[in-house]
């Protein structure tokens, strides 16, 4: 069936998932999507649907059924893709091909204007994929390894539009950063200590951030309005991709 048929219109939502070597009560390896990020796209309106890192498709021809793209946290980026050598800290993916999977999804989202929302490790990957580089780890006592704490963003920006807000707290949990900016993103969030917090592309319906809104979008509607943000995006896209 046609996108615009699912479900009475309900935009259909592709969440990338991180093949993972063990997953409980499964006996062999698996594929996991953080439950918090599907209900987050749920409670937008969205139906989210699980995309497995392998398979016979293109990542063009997979997006055709697709209306929108969410590319959440995970696994450290192989920092062999942008040309560093690996930190002693850096956890990559169990699954080799896992990065690729991820950064031809998003390439081809941004091609055809598929939106795309980017989380942690998504945003992390655009950035690497865009030619950026990263801080593979940060001090131990870094606020960014698992607390809260505020993200200025640039009035006028994406995502200062679509939170009606020019600073918000955030919960971050990572423990790599933006080193170098990727050639044609933007930067337009940040934290206290100059960390970049938020990323966009001007050409694209895009909205890329570290931290990870799902934790509490459930209780905090800023939050929410991200996982908003993408889901109405999606619907008047696909509108607008109908048509032509």
Known sequence: MEPAEFAGGTPRIGV??????????????GSAVAAAVLRSVVRAGGEPLALFAESALSAEERL????????PGGADVDPARYGHTRHERTETADFDEQDAFEADMISAALAVGVPVLAICRGFQLLNVEHGGTLVQDLPQDSPHRDGVHDVELVPGSAIARALGAARIPVSSYHHQAVDRLGTGLIAVGRAPDGTVEAIELPTAPLIAVQWHPEDNAAEDPRQQMLFDWLVERARATRGMRSAA
């Open 64 to 71: 055709a059924g697709l209306d929108g793209l969410l590319v």
């Open 16 to 29: 990338t998932g991180m093949h993972t070597n063990q997953v409980h009560g499964l006996r062999f390896d």
